[in-house]
């Protein structure tokens, strides 16, 4: 230590002098300056660390605050950079940052977490990253400015899980159909027909047959299946949906009113006035003493309260009502039972206002207005003859009644007083939005609007009597009248939105600006809601032959039909790029899917599609495929076809068709004839033979077709050759023919018969098969009668030994010989088979009109499947794996047993799950196996509870939007709009293209209860 002695300074020194005074001011200053420094550097320090500790706080904050979110709804958390809110009570995201005391700026950001196949958590945009749907991470980051001036942030992150979930999760539906609500884990509600449910934790598209499969054999075509190729087209409300194979054409949905499937089904009486308690539970009452009831499901007859009318009803909560009507009768709910309260005499009552269960208000004809204290009814005033149509109470001081004659009284709280006398007009509705803002309603068009001072003229919209106003809001409303027409107010003008017929609609009710109900007369009721278009329409892209002077067959396509809903199509063509005068009208409608005969003719070709919906505005027919044939061989009828080889193949036809198939296409070959033939055989490759009308016998040399002969005007219809030197021939009136050395000849003449068909087991023994049930025999020598069936008529024939004949005929019958006896082997029903081939004991095939096509296995004959509504006429097969058959309009179709045939589309509706409360569907995913060309998406709904069951249901939705799929099988988050209901259930779709299924193995929906 240094130690500093100071002098003792002298006592003779009175004073300090002006330097030493000086000097003592300059030091003192110094110091002082020095440590006021000191106490602003302390300061300031600590005001920093105070402001950095409140920005960790709202860091910690806002951390907490997202682990809230998430415990509300797991689907809150959704990738991107919010602000928080706190405005509604609870937490909430709300815009991209939030400010705090108007210094503090708040950033919440959510992002993916990505985990390897350790489940190990690594950045997203490593090759073998995958996303975690059931974790994110959040980072807050609060930036502020100092006092210095300086810009500060903090910041945090956590990783958050929903761990607090449950699943849903379905691996069997090997129970099958008809369970609404969730109870045996292997059952569901319904499906499409074309599912496969059978094996435990499979299902898949059923199975069409083990066979094999039949296609289409004939000429070329272009097939619009993907959602490029609609999307190339133009739409008139409707729109894709899907991706790639799977896409197809819908029509779009729109908010709109539409009838709802309860329309006249719940009553046919008229419904004169409805009120909805909420969206689930709504009232309305009419004619003959009816009450109705909706349960957020469907309307239904509640009570029949006899035969008066009911023309007013309110609700004062779900559990407390009033209804009244004609005679005077007053009814009253009780929240299990509607009841007769008091009769008040003869008057009819039209109209009720609740203000409380204590404060009610009625009016009627003869001018009266009774009030209800909550104990009784009492006559509160009369006001003469008036017939009061409609009353609303604005509150206990402020009220209105309207009626006949253009009279409008105002009650100020003491008493009932005219305000306005309008003219003639008949008002029948009246809507207070406020004290300030109401409307009325009535006849030859009429509506006045209130300002808060006077009722003035809105408009008069024509003739029509308007029966009943609802205000959503002050910008938002309804009303409805006579001839079906509906108008909407939105804040600047009332504007026709649908005439829906000749309806008359006497009541409204809405529950928002998006749902709401009209009823009317004769139990007409239509529902305002998010709903697919009635009808929409889709024009193709223009399809190009590439030539002139094509021939447009046919055009067939696939789709998904709810109850009631149709899909038809119309084709133009012509010769320019772009259609123009030039180009033919549309055709007609055609609605056989299966094939529709088009027959025009140009380069160029377009379809257009219409849809209409059915009876569920909530569902949409789905067009998915459409194939358009062209330059097919011919569009006549084909008759008959005989196989050399799988390379060398003809068909005959009418107005002379022959066609002949290369192994490659199918090619229109000249004909010397324009008679209808009816039957060919070619037993050489260069040698053939074919029969038709006007007893006309063609004949092919290897090079052409000729005719042989002609025996004048009877009508040859099948013919069989033995070989090239000996062959039989059958028609009309009986006659047979014979060739032999060369010649053609009539060999008997049996009577009256048409017979049908002709075939051979030797030249010493064969069959014939006609109309009246005849079948007949050739011993050698003579045709002889071997059985008579009946009435039949037996259309073709088929031998496979002595002892092994079949025929096949109308009304479904098919026959069988067994070397002693013809018997009955099948009756498949109505169906009239035209042609029958047997490979061996057990394979054969039968074909014939609407399109089936049935096999036998040595068994039973049954359906293989169903082409549609063509009629084939003739089949035959160049090994039991391959074949062929011909039918009307040209068609062809081809058998390939190295195909097993699956349908191509199916659907499948789960039961209704009770997730037990109001609940958060977090995230949908399934297990799947499928092969090339197939896929399988998913579809969500969710309903509240309505006393344990649900009530009514959401659109589908698949991740974003009503109408939407899920399509990812590892899992999507579900979208917020099906947030908090209590009921589940899930729809799957299957589609294939075939050859093959798609196999569901499980369905898992993640929730947080």
Request: contains cysteine.
């Given at each position: 230590m240094v130690m500093v002695k100071l002098k003792r300074a002298s006592r003779q020194n009175k004073g300090m002098s002006l330097i030493e005074v000086i000097l003592a001011v300059g030091l003192f200053s110094l110091f002082a300056t020095a440590l006021v420094g000191l106490l602003i550097i302390s300061y300031g320090s600590n005001l920093q660390a105070a402001q950095r500790d409140q920005a960790s706080f709202y860091v910690q904050e806002g951390l907490e605050a997202v682990g809230a979110i998430r415990r509300q709804a797991w689907n809150y958390l959704i990738d991107g950079s919010y602000g928080l809110t706190k405005e509604n009570g609870y937490w909430e995201f709300s815009g991209e940052s939030d400010l705090i005391d108007d210094r503090f700026t708040r950033v919440v950001t959510i992002s993916s977490v990505c985990r390897d196949g350790g489940k190990n958590i690594i950045e997203c945009d490593q090759p073998?990253?995958?996303?975690?749907?059931?974790?994110?991470?959040?980072?807050?980051?609060?930036?502020?400015?100092?006092?210095?001036?300086?810009?500060?942030?903090?910041?945090?992150?956590?990783?958050?899980?929903?761990?607090?979930?449950?699943?849903?999760?379905?691996?069997?539906?090997?129970?099958?159909?008809?369970?609404?609500?969730?109870?045996?884990?292997?059952?569901?509600?319904?499906?499409?027909?074309?599912?496969?449910?059978?094996?435990?934790?499979?299902?898949k598209l059923a199975k069409i047959s083990d066979l094999g499969s039949w296609s289409s054999g004939g000429g070329n075509q272009f097939t619009d299946t993907t959602d490029s190729d609609f999307n190339a087209g133009s739409f008139n409300q409707t729109v894709v949906y899907g991706s790639d194979v799977l896409a197809g054409v819908t029509t779009n949905q729109g908010v709109f009113w539409a009838s709802s499937k309860d329309s006249r089904i719940a009553t046919t009486y008229s419904i004169r006035a409805v009120d909805m308690v909420s969206a689930t539970d709504g009232w309305a009452v009419g004619d003959n003493g009816v009450i109705l009831h909706y349960d957020g499901s469907s309307w239904s007859l509640f009570a029949d309260l006899g035969d008066l009318s009911i023309r007013t009803i309110k609700m004062v909560s779900a559990t407390d009502g009033w209804a009244a009507g004609s005679g005077g009768r007053i009814y009253h709910y009780d929240g299990s039972a509607w009841s007769e309260f008091i009769?008040?005499?003869?008057?009819?009552?039209?109209?009720?206002?609740?203000?409380?269960?204590?404060?009610?208000?009625?009016?009627?004809?003869?001018?009266?207005?009774?009030?209800?204290?909550?104990?009784?009814?009492?006559?509160?005033?009369?006001?003469?003859?008036?017939?009061?149509?409609?009353?609303?109470?604005?509150?206990?001081?402020?009220?209105?009644?309207?009626?006949?004659?253009?009279?409008?009284?105002?009650?100020?709280?003491?008493?009932?007083?005219?305000?306005?006398?309008?003219?003639?007009?008949?008002?029948?509705?009246?809507?207070m939005v406020s004290a300030t803002d109401g409307w009325v309603v009535g006849s030859a068009g009429s509506v006045y609007h209130y300002d808060g001072s006077a009722w003035t003229e809105s408009i008069i919209t024509g003739t029509q009597t308007w029966y009943a106003i609802d205000m959503v809001s002050s910008t938002d409303g309804w009303i409805s009248s006579n001839g079906g027409y509906i108008y909407h107010y939105d804040g600047n003008a009332w504007t026709q939105f649908i005439d829906t017929g000749g309806q008359s609609w006497y009541s409204i009710g809405m529950t928002s600006p998006t749902s709401?109900?009209?009823?009317?007369?004769?139990?007409?009721?239509?529902?305002?809601?998010?709903?697919?278009?009635?009808?929409?329409?889709?024009?193709?892209?223009?399809?190009?032959?590439?030539?002139?002077?094509?021939?447009?067959?046919?055009?067939?396509?696939?789709?998904?039909?709810?109850l009631g809903s149709k899909v038809t199509l119309a084709v133009r063509t012509g010769d320019t790029i772009t259609p123009d005068e030039t180009w033919t009208d549309f055709t007609v409608e055609l609605s056989n899917a299966d094939s529709s005969a088009v027959n025009l003719t140009g380069q160029y070709a377009q379809y257009r599609a219409t849809l209409t919906n059915g009876t569920d505005p909530n569902s949409s027919p789905q067009l998915t495929d459409v194939a358009l044939?062209?330059?097919?061989?011919?569009?006549?009828?084909?008759?008959?076809?005989?196989?050399?080889?799988?390379?060398?193949?003809?068909?005959?036809?009418?107005?002379?068709?022959?066609?002949?198939?290369?192994?490659?296409?199918?090619?229109?070959?000249?004909?010397?004839?324009?008679?209808?033939?009816?039957?060919?055989?070619?037993?050489?490759?260069?040698?053939?033979?074919?029969?038709?009308?006007?007893?006309?016998?063609?004949?092919?040399?290897?090079?052409?077709?000729?005719?042989?002969?002609?025996?004048?005007?009877?009508?040859?219809?099948?013919?069989?050759?033995?070989?090239?030197?000996?062959?039989?021939?059958?028609?009309?009136?009986?006659?047979?023919?014979?060739?032999?050395?060369?010649?053609?000849?009539q060999f008997a003449d049996t009577g009256t018969q048409v017979w049908y068909a002709v075939a051979m087991v030797s030249d010493s023994e064969g069959w014939i098969v006609g109309n009246g049930g005849e079948i007949y025999y050739y011993n050698g020598a003579t045709w002889e009668q071997s059985v008579d069936t009946g009435d039949q008529a037996?259309?073709?024939?088929?031998?496979?030994?002595?002892?092994?004949?079949?025929?096949?005929?109308?009304?479904g019958e098919i026959y069988h010989y067994d070397g002693e006896n013809w018997l009955s082997a099948a009756d498949t029903g109505g169906q009239?088979?035209?042609?029958?081939?047997?490979?061996?004991?057990?394979?054969?095939?039968i074909l014939g009109n609407a399109g089936r096509i049935f096999h036998y296995d040595g068994s039973n004959w049954t359906q293989a499947t169903d082409t549609g509504g063509q009629a084939w006429y003739a089949v035959a097969m160049d090994s039991p794996t391959k074949g062929w058959a011909v039918g009307s309009n040209g068609e062809i179709i081809s058998f390939d047993s190295s195909v097993i045939g699956?349908?191509?589309?199916?659907?499948?509706?789960?039961?209704?799950?009770?997730?037990?409360?109001?609940?958060?569907?977090?995230?949908?995913?399934?297990?799947?196996?499928?092969?090339?060309n197939s896929n399988i998406k998913l579809q969500i709904r969710t309903a509240p509870d309505n006393s344990g069951t649900p009530g009514s249901w959401s659109s589908w939705y698949g991740t974003s939007s009503a109408g939407g799929y899920f399509t990812d099988h590892d899992g999507q988050l579900a979208p917020l709009a099906l947030n908090f209901n209590q009921w589940l259930q899930y729809r799957v779709e299957l589609s294939g293209d075939g050859n093959s299924t798609p196999i569901l193995q499980a369905v898992k929906i993640n929730y947080l209860p």
């Amino acid at each position: 230590m240094v130690m500093v002695k100071l002098k003792r300074a002298s006592r003779q020194n009175k004073g300090m002098s002006l330097i030493e005074v000086i000097l003592a001011v300059g030091l003192f200053s110094l110091f002082a300056t020095a440590l006021v420094g000191l106490l602003i550097i302390s300061y300031g320090s600590n005001l920093q660390a105070a402001q950095r500790d409140q920005a960790s706080f709202y860091v910690q904050e806002g951390l907490e605050a997202v682990g809230a979110i998430r415990r509300q709804a797991w689907n809150y958390l959704i990738d991107g950079s919010y602000g928080l809110t706190k405005e509604n009570g609870y937490w909430e995201f709300s815009g991209e940052s939030d400010l705090i005391d108007d210094r503090f700026t708040r950033v919440v950001t959510i992002s993916s977490v990505c985990r390897d196949g350790g489940k190990n958590i690594i950045e997203c945009d490593q090759p073998d990253a995958k996303i975690d749907l059931y974790s994110k991470k959040v980072a807050v980051d609060v930036s502020y400015t100092a006092i210095t001036g300086v810009e500060n942030d903090v910041d945090a992150s956590s990783y958050l899980t929903a761990w607090q979930t449950k699943d849903w999760q379905q691996t069997d539906w090997s129970a099958g159909t008809g369970q609404e609500n969730w109870s045996n884990q292997s059952a569901y509600s319904t499906d499409s027909g074309t599912i496969d449910f059978e094996n435990n934790g499979e299902l898949k598209l059923a199975k069409i047959s083990d066979l094999g499969s039949w296609s289409s054999g004939g000429g070329n075509q272009f097939t619009d299946t993907t959602d490029s190729d609609f999307n190339a087209g133009s739409f008139n409300q409707t729109v894709v949906y899907g991706s790639d194979v799977l896409a197809g054409v819908t029509t779009n949905q729109g908010v709109f009113w539409a009838s709802s499937k309860d329309s006249r089904i719940a009553t046919t009486y008229s419904i004169r006035a409805v009120d909805m308690v909420s969206a689930t539970d709504g009232w309305a009452v009419g004619d003959n003493g009816v009450i109705l009831h909706y349960d957020g499901s469907s309307w239904s007859l509640f009570a029949d309260l006899g035969d008066l009318s009911i023309r007013t009803i309110k609700m004062v909560s779900a559990t407390d009502g009033w209804a009244a009507g004609s005679g005077g009768r007053i009814y009253h709910y009780d929240g299990s039972a509607w009841s007769e309260f008091i009769v008040t005499g003869g008057q009819a009552w039209y109209a009720i206002s609740v203000l409380s269960a204590d404060d009610v208000w009625l009016s009627g004809s003869s001018g009266q207005i009774y009030h209800y204290d909550g104990s009784s009814w009492s006559k509160f005033v009369d006001t003469g003859g008036q017939a009061w149509y409609a009353i609303d109470m604005v509150s206990t001081i402020d009220g209105w009644v309207v009626g006949n004659a253009g009279i409008i009284y105002h009650y100020d709280g003491t008493s009932w007083t005219q305000f306005i006398d309008t003219g003639d007009q008949a008002w029948r509705a009246i809507d207070m939005v406020s004290a300030t803002d109401g409307w009325v309603v009535g006849s030859a068009g009429s509506v006045y609007h209130y300002d808060g001072s006077a009722w003035t003229e809105s408009i008069i919209t024509g003739t029509q009597t308007w029966y009943a106003i609802d205000m959503v809001s002050s910008t938002d409303g309804w009303i409805s009248s006579n001839g079906g027409y509906i108008y909407h107010y939105d804040g600047n003008a009332w504007t026709q939105f649908i005439d829906t017929g000749g309806q008359s609609w006497y009541s409204i009710g809405m529950t928002s600006p998006t749902s709401g109900w009209v009823l009317g007369n004769a139990g007409y009721i239509y529902q305002y809601n998010s709903f697919f278009n009635k009808v929409g329409t889709f024009e193709s892209k223009i399809f190009d032959s590439g030539k002139q002077d094509t021939i447009w067959n046919s055009i067939n396509w696939t789709v998904n039909l709810p109850l009631g809903s149709k899909v038809t199509l119309a084709v133009r063509t012509g010769d320019t790029i772009t259609p123009d005068e030039t180009w033919t009208d549309f055709t007609v409608e055609l609605s056989n899917a299966d094939s529709s005969a088009v027959n025009l003719t140009g380069q160029y070709a377009q379809y257009r599609a219409t849809l209409t919906n059915g009876t569920d505005p909530n569902s949409s027919p789905q067009l998915t495929d459409v194939a358009l044939i062209y330059d097919r061989p011919t569009d006549q009828n084909l008759n008959d076809l005989a196989i050399v080889n799988d390379q060398n193949i003809w068909a005959v036809g009418n107005a002379g068709t022959i066609i002949h198939y290369d192994g490659s296409d199918w090619l229109s070959i000249d004909s010397p004839t324009t008679v209808n033939l009816r039957g060919v055989a070619m037993p050489a490759p260069n040698d053939g033979w074919a029969v038709g009308d006007s007893g006309k016998i063609l004949h092919y040399d290897g090079t052409d077709w000729t005719e042989y002969i002609d025996f004048g005007s009877i009508s040859l219809r099948s013919i069989y050759m033995l070989s090239t030197v000996e062959g039989w021939a059958v028609g009309n009136s009986g006659r047979i023919y014979h060739y032999s050395d060369g010649s053609w000849s009539q060999f008997a003449d049996t009577g009256t018969q048409v017979w049908y068909a002709v075939a051979m087991v030797s030249d010493s023994e064969g069959w014939i098969v006609g109309n009246g049930g005849e079948i007949y025999y050739y011993n050698g020598a003579t045709w002889e009668q071997s059985v008579d069936t009946g009435d039949q008529a037996w259309y073709d024939i088929s031998i496979l030994a002595d002892n092994d004949v079949w025929v096949s005929g109308n009304g479904g019958e098919i026959y069988h010989y067994d070397g002693e006896n013809w018997l009955s082997a099948a009756d498949t029903g109505g169906q009239a088979w035209y042609a029958i081939y047997m490979i061996a004991p057990d394979d054969g095939w039968i074909l014939g009109n609407a399109g089936r096509i049935f096999h036998y296995d040595g068994s039973n004959w049954t359906q293989a499947t169903d082409t549609g509504g063509q009629a084939w006429y003739a089949v035959a097969m160049d090994s039991p794996t391959k074949g062929w058959a011909v039918g009307s309009n040209g068609e062809i179709i081809s058998f390939d047993s190295s195909v097993i045939g699956f349908e191509k589309e199916g659907w499948l509706i789960s039961s209704a799950f009770d997730m037990a409360t109001p609940s958060a569907v977090n995230v949908v995913s399934w297990n799947q196996q499928l092969s090339d060309n197939s896929n399988i998406k998913l579809q969500i709904r969710t309903a509240p509870d309505n006393s344990g069951t649900p009530g009514s249901w959401s659109s589908w939705y698949g991740t974003s939007s009503a109408g939407g799929y899920f399509t990812d099988h590892d899992g999507q988050l579900a979208p917020l709009a099906l947030n908090f209901n209590q009921w589940l259930q899930y729809r799957v779709e299957l589609s294939g293209d075939g050859n093959s299924t798609p196999i569901l193995q499980a369905v898992k929906i993640n929730y947080l209860p």
